[in-house]
């Protein structure tokens, strides 16, 4: 197939896959230009990374194993071990970050990264292994539709328990660490053991399609946690919120026009909710972090205050 065509099926589909992610991110969108950068993360920098790994841990075990089992341990062991922690090094990084301050967050950048790292994954295969048009096309709706899928669903959880780890008590921040990354390594194990012989490769796509309305309803209960919080923590903001405008701040109807002057409503609406994830993460962030939250909530507070004393 040529070369563009190739191309555009490797990229087309993940960046699609990434824009719905990052448009479900609803009330606190994390920056796209980030969120991007995760995503060539996984395209390049965690492929690198993984293909070096798995050549070093190959090369240290080719000794001990024949050719036709050390294939088989590579791809059912040695990938799913190697890739997840290649595809996580950066994760590491971001959930540290103030801006990563819920599970949608790790959600969302975990999903960019292996959404990348598939479709790089998917064009080395695009360009090895279709040897005509139909096989191409069959493998493009395969890959396109669950390998790709299962890294992004594999590091999205990763990050999702990154952050969890990280608003977690000190003694347990390690263990749901460990729990993320064997997650996330147990699901690539489990997807390519399944495919890898036609007798269970039916198992591999009832898993994905389950493992896939998994991840769709964790995002929609990490959205409702996040409506939760603002609800909750802008509650004890009565001086300066309405409750007329709590009840919207918290939900969906915030998009709309008309509930407050359009020339203040989007500002009004990001610092409400800047403020309120402040507010929570002052509860449990480190002692020598608090005053970064503090001023952040006072000047989220001052900015709300002046737009309506204008």
């Known amino acids: 197939m040529p070369i563009t065509a190739t191309i555009l099926a490797a990229v087309l589909p993940m960046l699609t896959y ?3 992610i990052w448009r479900a991110d609803k009330y606190e969108p994390e920056p796209l230009m980030f969120v991007l950068l995760h995503f060539l993360w996984g395209a390049f920098g965690a492929v690198v ?3 070096i790994g798995s050549q070093l841990l190959s090369l240290s075990l080719s000794n ?14 040695i990938a799913p071990v190697v890739e997840e922690l290649a595809k996580g090094s950066l994760l590491l990084k ?26 790089t994954e998917n064009f080395m295969y695009f360009l ?32 999702a328990f990154l952050v ?3 608003y977690t008590a000190s003694f347990k921040k390690i263990w749901f660490t460990l729990l993320g990354f064997s997650i996330a390594v147990f699901i690539h194990f489990l997807w390519n053991f399944s495919v890898i012989h036609t007798a269970t490769a039916l198992f591999g796509f009832m898993f994905m399609a389950v493992l896939i309305l998994f991840f769709i309803t964790l995002f929609k209960i990490s959205i409702k946690k ?6 909750n923590e802008l509650l ?60 952040e909530i006072l000047k989220q507070r001052n900015i709300i205050r002046s737009l309506f004393q204008k």
């Open 236 to 295: 004890e903001e009565s001086d300066l919120i309405p409750e007329k405008h709590l009840m919207i701040l918290s939900t969906d109807k915030r998009n709309r026009k008309g509930w407050v002057d359009e020339s203040l409503r989007k500002v009004y609406i990001k610092s409400a909710t800047k403020l309120a994830f402040r507010k929570m993460e002052i509860k449990s962030c480190a002692i020598d972090k608090r005053n970064i939250f503090e001023n």
């Open 18 to 20: 990434l824009y719905f």
């Open 64 to 77: 001990f194993l024949t050719l036709s089992s050390l294939s088989l341990f590579e791809v059912i062991l």
């Open 49 to 51: 990374l993984a293909i």
């Open 164 to 166: 969890k780890a990280k």
């Open 226 to 231: 996040e409506s939760e919080l603002i609800y």
């Open 128 to 159: 090895s292994h279709a040897d005509d048009a139909s096989t191409w096309i069959s493998l493009v709706i395969f890959r396109s539709a669950f390998s790709a899928v299962m890294h992004c669903i594999a590091s999205a959880i990763f990050g």
């Open 94 to 119: 971001t959930t540290k970050s103030i801006k990563v301050d819920n599970l949608t967050d790790g959600l969302v950048y975990g999903g960019a990264i292996g959404l990348g790292f598939g479709m």
